[in-house]
């Protein structure tokens, strides 16, 4: 049985090591899939084609539709000016005195209202580095800031965040985007506030140190940039109102599309035995594309000269996303196959009679492993999501608690050094991994001790 463990933890740390060496995981996830496969002494055959390649085809049709407006989505609001505009506004309105509170607002109004991560750094660093110029607030806490305002509480703990982490526990618990608003708000709130503590703490540090903000740095963005002409800010914030409204009427509003269509017929047709499981998935469908069209009219003459060209970007943006992820789930799904993972299974679920601190724990342990937090969500939830149910459900908790709990765990340790975005982040900022990395760790630690905090409160009050 220990060996059977160590295939599992080597696979892993394989993957993890790779991943953090930049190597695709398109590419080595099926290898050390196999790997594993293969130590633990099962058929390598039927392990990729059955077991790996199906899993993963499944994700990516389940969740394709929302990678790819996701990406047009925001690349849209990049080519239109829009992210721009918002971001350069906040910033200025707020000025230098509060420049990481302009920062992270800045992130976070762009990510609630559905733009990509990586859209979200590239358009709001060049106006970060000007403000944090102008205050003399040193360049290394840029990263941090960025990610304080798209990486955690907007992208999992605010209920209706049209974010991929948000979605994937609506197909494992029958719950919506809205899950658990109480609970996921005083979780954001929590984030935000010890988050913008710490980076106010590292500020007033450097300052009374005599750091300003630095010298000799590399793709420090034209100082032009930050008074270009852009859309006004009110037309620019209507595609992202447009997707928050939308995706509230569509999936709990007097316009749900759990009333659409027939139940019977869903089951007799499409074999969807309960229409809840893709009312989330439906609705975000249906509210990125009514946003899209929106931010498509909004500047439509500098929108169209780039429109082929943006649109192939942000497809092929989206492939990558989705196929790394769909490999991550495929890996997790072997895996989980496997003899030796029933030993770690008792280990995670033993951990806590709890099952929301056994899920928060098996999130931040899965995603941290796969430096992703919808690979870690989507394999965590696969393995043990069921078991959750059952446990909770004979408990008397919620199931939108489970999904609140298992969304924000997955914005935990998922940004370990290997994490793709983050490593984007920094080649966007131009630094190291030396250089910035420690605000950003922060940051995660923060969000993880969240998600702990909420999950030993709801388990002694649920």
Known sequence: MIIEVLAIIVALGLLMFFAYRGYPVIVFAPIFTLLAAVLSGLALMPSYTEIYMTNAANYVKSFFPIFLLGAVFGKAMELNGAAASIAHSIVRALGSNRAILAVVLACAILTYGGVSLFVVAFAVYPFAAAIFREANIPKRLIPGTIALGAFTFT?????????????????????????????????????????????????????????????????????????????????????????????????????????????????????????????????????????????????????KNKLAAGLTTAAAGALLAIFNTASEVGFGNVVKTLPGFKLIQGWILGASSHPLVSEALAVNVLAGVTGSASGGLSIALEVMGKQYLELAQAAGISPELLHRIASMASGGMDTLPHNGAVITLLAITGLTHRQAYKDIFAVTVIKTLTVFILAFAASIFA
């Open 155 to 303: 992208m999992d703990a605010l209920p209706g965040t049209p974010q991929i982490q948000n979605i994937i526990p609506t197909t494992y618990f029958g719950t919506d985007a809205y899950a658990a608003p109480v609970v996921g708000t005083i979780g954001a709130i929590m984030v935000l506030a010890a988050g913008l503590y710490w980076l106010e703490r590292a500020r007033r540090k450097a300052a009374a140190l005599g750091e300003g903000y630095g010298e000799g740095h590399r793709n420090e963005p034209e100082s032009a940039s930050a008074e270009q002409k852009f859309p006004n800010i009110w037309i620019s914030l209507i595609p992202l109102v447009l997707v928050l409204i939308c995706n509230y009427l569509f999936s709990r509003g007097f316009l749900t599309v759990e009333t659409w269509y027939d139940p019977q017929m869903l089951k007799d047709t499409f074999k969807i035995d309960k229409v809840k499981t893709v009312v989330s998935s439906w609705s975000l469908i249906i509210a990125l594309t009514i946003g899209v069209i929106a931010a498509l009219l909004i500047n439509v003459n500098q929108v």
